[in-house]
Each structure stands twice: as C-alpha cells, then as structure tokens.
C-alpha cells in the first residue's frame, strides 16, 4: 500500500496537510458521516475531517502493525481517542456492527485489492454506506464489482499529482446498474466529462500499449492471441475516445 507521509512541494503531509489527492477524497466524505477508513495508514484523513468537525465518528483500519501504531499515535497525538477507534484489522473486519458507519473510504490501494476487500467484507456492508474509493490502478475491474454489485457511480474525479493520475470513485447502491464495456474501462463519467486529465492520461497510455502490442508482435514466445486481440482493442477504444 502506498504510505502517505511525503513532502509535496515542501509541505509536511500530516493531519493538518493532505495531500492534493486526500483532500480530493475527504471533499466527498459527507458532512456528519460515520467513516470507516480502511488502509488508513497514518490515520490522517480521519483525524483531518475529525479535526474540521466534518464527521461525527470514526474507525481506522490497518492490517500492518506499523501503520497501525502510527495511527493510534497520530489519534492519541490529537486528543481523538473516544472519537476515532483505531482497530488491527483485515480489510472491512475493521468494521463492528454498532459503529454505524454511513461511509467507507478505500485509498491508494490497486483497484483488484480495493474490490477483493469490498467481496471478502460483503457481510459488514449494510448497502446504506458511501464508497469513497481511489484506486492506483485496476479501475476497470474495481467499476465492474460495482455494477456487479448494485452500485451506482456518483462521482468520478481524476487528478494529477507529482507524475501520477489518481482516480477517485463514488459509489452507493442503488439496485441494477449496467454499464458498456467502454464505460467500464473509462470510466461513465470520466467518458463524459472528458478533463484534460483525463485525456492526457489516455494519451499516455495509448502511447504505452501502442509500444506493448509492437512488442508482442516481434515477440518470438508464444503470446496468447487472446491478450493480443485485448490489447488491439483497448488501443482502438482510446484511439476513438481521443480522436
């Protein structure tokens, strides 16, 4: 899991600065909401939205001891202990039936992990919460266990950071939810509002798998023609999208 203490643009990243792309997260955190953080790593963005009076009630969950322990630290640092549990947990394990949670952020994980944790805690989801979820990665698959699932995308937000793109994605239940392939792929709403974050990062990718297909092509193993034929068509889907 990518860790959050960083220095963007010669600021401490704490409970007191966010970076661009937690800001962007807690910005979709409703007002008064019971957040589950899960991967919560330092615990800065509970204790961030708790310090603004912006939630009535936190948990943080972290399965690695260190991160765990920072974030008792950073809780315990900022006089938030009856507010904000701290729990060592796997995944959505963090969550107890009486916390009431009413929304659930997922951060800086890839997006096959983020939907592994969100199937293997189903039984802890009680299809009320919002999903506020920024994957690194495996959109697709992520958006697929979504509309698999009965959730509809509110929100979607790409932004850069450093050299990075970040996605974020919204999500609540809503009943049957179907999406095109493409719009798995992009994103429904990304699709529509076309930003120039947006384009740039398919321009960059189009450029990637337009040299990956070239050297599957020359490659003398065997490559399936199955992965081939995927490749050729998401580079003709991005090619339309940006033409």
Known sequence: MQRRLWLEKGRQLNEHTLSMRLERVAAHVPVGARLA?????????????????AIAAAVAGEVALTPFHAAVRTVRENDLQPRIAVRLASGLAAIEP???ITAI???GMGGETIRDILDSGKSRLSGQERLILQPNGGEQPLRQWLM?????????????ENRFFYEIIVAERSGPVAYTAEQLYFGPL??????PAFIAKWQRLLRQKQKTLNSLNQARQAV????????AQQ???ITELLA
């Open 190 to 195: 990304q699709m529509q509002a076309r930003s």
């Open 105 to 107: 952020s997922l951060c």
């Open 148 to 160: 698999d699932n009965g959730y509809r995308i509110l929100v979607e937000e790409l932004l850069q």
């Open 235 to 237: 580079i003709q889907w």
């Open 98 to 100: 009486g916390d009431g």
């Open 37 to 53: 953080d899960i991967g919560s790593d330092h615990g800065y963005l509970p204790v961030a939205l708790m310090r603004r009076g």
């Open 224 to 231: 399936p023609e199955e992965k081939r034929q995927e490749m």
